[in-house]
């Protein structure tokens, strides 16, 4: 299992983890998807995302249509967030108010049933309500999903590094790029004389 040291806070990271059962692992660049295997064994379920058991209604299809929803949020390629919208609707979820630290009220999303898919979308819905939800991205050149803690939010790789003989550094193809765009307009400016 890879984390790369980049957890989201909270039950995020649940989130976080069920995005990433879809996978291009560095070591091989081969897509990976572990969900049916998760779904068709209890004992690697409770292992791999045991925050939150799995319900009759949490049947394979509606957990990958679940996935490539959220990653696509997360990839920015839900226009006016009408994919989300549609889980959130489905979901039936309801809010409360509880104390936070200092008093102060704040609202808790509540699942309408117990079922991983509605405790997913709880989590989602409190990360919107936080402004933690587009920390969580997914890696421009893996697909990896990475909580963002950088203080001005621009991280877009994963920061895996190097996994074996075959395996790269994510990021670095964009970075030798731009090291190249940039010494070529420097040596252009030189030969301009600007
Ligand atoms: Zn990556």
Not at 71 to 89: F, I, P, V
Not at 115 to 133: H, K, M, N, P, Q
Not at 169 to 175: E, F, L, S
Request: aromatic residues 6%; proline residues 4%.
């Amino acid at each position: 299992m890879q984390t790369h040291n980049q957890a989201a806070p909270g039950a995020l990271e649940v989130v976080r983890r069920f995005i990433n059962t879809w996978s291009i692992p560095n070591q091989t660049r081969v897509e990976v998807d572990e969900l049916p295997l998760f779904v068709s064994d209890a004992d690697k379920w409770s292992e791999e995302l045991s925050r939150y058991p799995r319900a009759d209604s949490d049947t394979l299809d509606t957990l990958m249509a679940l996935r490539t929803d959220l990653r696509k949020s997360c990839e920015g390629l839900d226009d006016d967030h009408q994919l989300l919208n549609a889980w959130l609707t489905r979901a039936a979820l309801s809010v409360k108010v509880v104390p936070a630290e200092g008093g102060a009220p704040e609202l808790c999303v509540i699942p309408a049933d117990t079922s991983y898919v509605a405790r997913i979308l709880a989590s989602v819905a409190d990360a919107i309500s936080s402004g933690t939800w587009l920390r969580l991205k997914t890696c421009a050149d893996c697909r990896w999903a990475f909580y963002d803690n950088t203080r001005n939010g621009s991280k877009r790789w994963c920061g895996m590094t190097k996994g074996g003989v075959e395996g790269r550094a994510c990021g670095t193809i964009a970075k030798v790029s731009a090291f190249r765009a940039r010494a070529a307009a420097k040596k252009n400016q030189i030969t301009d004389g600007s």
